[in-house]
DNA sequence: AACACGGGGAG
DNA sequence: CTCCCAGTGTT
C-alpha cells in the first residue's frame, strides 16, 4: 500500500480535526489515566460503547485505583462483570492488574514487550494503552479500523483471517502521524463507529470522503469482505429450578469454559441416550433430595453467539432443607437471580418457576 | 489456522 | 425473527 505524502497529510490533519470537533464524551476520556484506559479498551473487546458506559462507571467507582482492584477478591470482579459477557476478560484483567502491583509497582508498564506480556492484553489492547494513554506511535487494529482501511484503500481482503489484521497494522504504521498517536488511533476507531458503520456508511458526513477509493468506486456498500461466521453448535441442557423455603438454589459455574465461575440455576448437560425424566431423578438421587417435581416442564431455547441451547427447565419444591448442599452452591432470593449473567434467561425461567417480576 | 468465548442492537 | 458486530487465549 503506497500513499502519497500530499495525500497522507492532509488524512492524518482532516481526521484528526474531525476527531477533534466530534469525538464522544466518554467517561474514560475525561481523564489521562493508564487504568481507565486498560480497563475501558478490555470492556470495549466485542462490545458497544453505549453497553460498557454503566459497567464502566460502576467499576470504577468500586475499584478507583489500580490498588483496590489487586486487593479484590475474584468474586468482587467477576460480580460487576455480570450481563457484559466474555467473562474471561475479567479474570485476566484482574490477573494483569495484579500483577501491575506486585512487579510494575503499580504502574501499567508503557513498553510493549512488557504490557503484552499482561493477561488478556493482546496486540490491539497494547497498541491502544501505548497510544492513547502513553501518546505512543503504535497502530491498535481493531474491527473498526479494519472497516475504514477496506474502504479506504477498497482492500478485498477477507477481514475474518488473522493474516488481515497483520496486513492492516503495517498499513497503520505508515499512516499514523508523530503528532497525536493516540487521538488519531482514536479517530480511526470513531469514524468507523459513528460514520463508517457496517451497514448504511454515512460517507456524506466523513472527513475523508475525498481519499476514500472505495466510495469513489462506489463499492463501500460491498466492503470489508468478511467470511461468515459458523452457525451455532447445537445443544441440551437441563435448568434445574430448586425451591425450598421461598429461595432458590444457585450453583457457582466450573472455573473453565462457558460463562466460568458465574452463579447460575444448576445446569446439566442432557444425556441423549436416556429419558430427561431419568436423568432428573437421578439428579434427585444423586444429591438426596426429597422433592415434589412439577410433572410438566418448561422447554425454551437461548442462542450464543457460538452455541444454541434447548433448555428444559424443571421446578422442584424441597419438602425438608437437605443435609448437605451440593458444591459451590448456595440459597438466594429470587430477585438476585436477574443481575446474574445472562438475565433474559433467568426472566424467562423465574415466570415459569411461579414467582412474579 | 481453527476454535472457544457473550450479549446487544438494527432492520 | 435474521443478520451483524469481533479481541484474546487455547489447541
Known sequence: MEIGDNRLHDIQ?????????NQRDLPWRRHSNAYYTLVSEIMLQQTKVATVI????RFIKRFPTVYDLADASDDDVV???EGLGYYSRARNLHAAIKEVVATYDGVIPNEKEKI?????IGPYTTGAVLSIAYKQKVPAVDGNVMRVFSRLFDMEDDIAKPATRKKMEAI???IIPDRSPGDFNQALMELGATVCTPKSPECLFCPIRNFCKGYQAGREHILPIKTKAKAPKKASVIMFGVKWNNKLLVQKRPSSGLLANMWALPTENRMEEMPYISQ???YCEMNQYSAKISEDVYRFEHIFSHRHWKIILISMELSENPVYLPKRSIWVDEQSVLEFAFPKVYQKALEQLGYRN
Open 280 to 282: 432428573i431423578e437421578e
Open 54 to 57: 454503566p459497567y464502566f462507571e
Open 79 to 81: 460480580k460487576l462483570w
Open 172 to 174: 497503520a504504521e505508515q
Open 116 to 120: 503484552s506480556k499482561l493477561k488478556g
Open 13 to 21: 490533519e482532516m481526521l484528526l480535526q474531525w476527531y477533534l470537533e
